[in-house]
């Protein structure tokens, strides 16, 4: 079970599960692998900051260079 403050990195679940996911259900050999995945994720977590939403000061678009404005 993951702390409160702590959130899994679905990226991370996503890049594993792909390949494992057609051999899931084949069998017993599959389910040893999906146990060592989940291990895996959760070691792949990351301190979720809800106040910090990447807000940062608005910054002004540069203009496009002569050669590459329509004619």
Known sequence: ML?????????????VLKPLS????LG?????LFADALALFARRTFKHRPDNQG???PRH???????????
Not at 8 to 14: E, G, L, Q, T
Not at 22 to 25: A, K
Not at 28 to 32: E, I, Q
Not at 61 to 71: F, G, L, R, V, W
């Open 3 to 15: 702390p409160p403050d702590r959130v899994v990195n679905r990226a991370y679940i996503h890049s």
């Open 22 to 25: 057609p051999s899931l259900p």
């Open 28 to 32: 017993l050999a599959a389910a040893y």
């Open 55 to 57: 807000k940062g000061k």
């Open 61 to 71: 678009k540069p203009d496009k260079y002569m050669a590459y404005k329509a004619a």
